[in-house]
C-alpha cells in the first residue's frame, strides 16, 4: 500500500529508505536493535526505516531509494551464503555508484579485503572478502576469547571518537581539504627529499595526513562502548591513504588500534564499526551474570554514544533528528 500511494508523490519528496539487513548471519536481535537505533535518530519525514532480506538484495531492493543500507553482529560465513555472488555484487554496486553502507562487527568483517577471525583458535575463519569497502584486514576478536552460544566475551571497551558532521569525498573532514592542500603543498619539496616518486603515497606521507587530520578536528569524545567479537582493521597505508579515515581507535590497546573507520568507495561511502555502538545498557539488562558489569557503564555513557551514533549517520549523508 505505501508503494501505491509514494509512486504518485514528486521525487523530491518521496521518502528513501533505511534498510537493515534480516537474515542469514545477523542475529535477529542485532537486527531488532540496529532497526530501533535507526528510527530513534534518523529524521523519519525523509526516511523510512524497514528491514531488508537477502533475497529481496538479490533480487534488487537497494536500487529502489535506499539511502543506507546497515548490516550488524553475527558471523560474516552467513552473510556470505545467504548472499551469494548476486547479492554481494548488488551491495557492491550500490555502494559504489553513491549508497552508504554501516557495517558494524559482522558487518564490519564482511566489508573488509579480508579477515582473521581466532586465527589459530578453535573458531578460525580467515579468507579475503567481496566488498572490499576497507582497503585492510578486519582481525579479532579482541580483549577476550568469543563464545558463539554466550556473552562470555563481552566486555565495556574505551574509545575515541573525531566528532563532526560531514566528510569530503576524497576522505577529509569538511573544513580540512583546503587547508591539507596548502600544508601538502608547503612539505612537497620536503617529501620529494626523501627520494618520493610525485603523487606516490608512502607510510611517511599517510602519517602527515593522518596528523594534519588529528590536528584540525573540531571535537571528539572518550567513551565506552559494548563489545563482543569485534575486530580492528589493520589498513594497507598504500592503497587506504586516500580512502580511509580512522574515526575511532580502542584506547585500551597499547597501539590504539582502528575501531571505526569511514572508507570512500568510488561514489559511495561505507563507515565500519568493530564495536557496538547500537547496544544501550537495556539491550543487554537481561539477568545475564557475563555482563552484569558492563549494564551500568553502558548507561552512565549513553549520551556520548547517541552522539557518536548521529555523527556516523551524518558522516554517512543521512539526516539526524
Aim: charged fraction near 25%; include cysteine.
Amino acid at each position: 500500500m505505501f508503494r501505491l500511494v509514494n509512486s504518485f508523490l514528486p521525487n523530491t519528496i518521496r521518502m528513501k529508505q533505511v534498510l537493515v539487513y534480516k537474515g542469514l548471519g545477523m542475529y535477529e536481535k542485532d537486527t531488532a536493535i540496529i532497526e530501533r537505533v535507526m528510527n530513534e535518530h534518523v529524521n523519519c519525514d525523509l526516511y523510512k526505516v524497514d528491514t531488508v532480506s537477502p533475497t529481496e538484495i538479490i533480487r534488487g531492493r537497494l536500487s529502489e531509494g535506499t539511502a543506507l543500507l546497515a548490516i550488524g553482529g553475527g558471523y560474516d560465513l552467513g552473510l556470505i551464503e545467504a548472499l551469494g555472488v548476486e547479492g554481494m555484487a548488488n551491495i557492491k554496486e550500490y555502494v559504489s555508484a553513491g549508497g552508504s553502507y554501516l557495517g558494524i562487527c559482522a558487518g564490519a568483517y564482511f566489508a573488509c579485503d579480508s579477515i582473521e577471525f581466532d586465527r589459530g583458535g578453535p573458531l578460525e575463519v580467515v579468507g579475503e572478502r567481496s566488498l572490499k569497502f576497507c582497503s585492510g584486514v578486519g582481525i579479532g576478536p579482541l580483549f577476550k576469547p568469543y563464545d558463539y552460544k554466550s556473552r562470555k566475551g563481552a566486555s565495556a571497551v574505551n574509545i575515541d571518537f573525531l566528532l563532526d558532521k560531514t566528510v569530503k569525498s576524497n576522505g577529509l573532514f569538511k573544513g580540512q581539504k583546503d587547508q591539507i592542500e596548502s600544508q601538502n603543498a608547503q612539505k612537497e619539496s620536503q617529501i620529494s627529499v626523501n627520494g618520493m616518486e610525485s603523487g606516490k603515497k608512502t607510510s611517511k606521507e599517510s602519517q602527515f595526513r593522518e596528523s594534519l587530520v588529528s590536528n584540525t578536528m573540531s571535537s571528539s569524545l572518550n567513551t565506552k562502548v559494548y563489545f563482543n567479537g569485534g575486530c580492528y582493521f589493520k589498513m594497507d597505508e598504500e592503497r587506504s591513504s586516500d580512502e580511509t579515515t580512522v574515526l575511532s581507535r580502542y584506547l585500551d590497546l597499547p597501539d590504539s588500534s582502528a575501531a571505526i573507520v569511514w572508507c570512500q568507495v568510488q561514489a559511495g561511502i561505507a563507515v565500519l564499526s568493530g564495536a557496538h555502538l547500537e547496544y544501550d545498557s537495556e539491550d543487554i539488562d537481561d539477568g545475564d551474570e557475563d555482563v552484569l558489569d558492563i549494564i551500568p557503564v553502558l548507561r552512565e555513557t549513553s549520551k556520548d554514544r547517541r552522539s557518536v551514533i548521529k555523527s556516523l549517520l551524518q558522516q554517512l549523508n543521512i539526516t539526524v533528528k
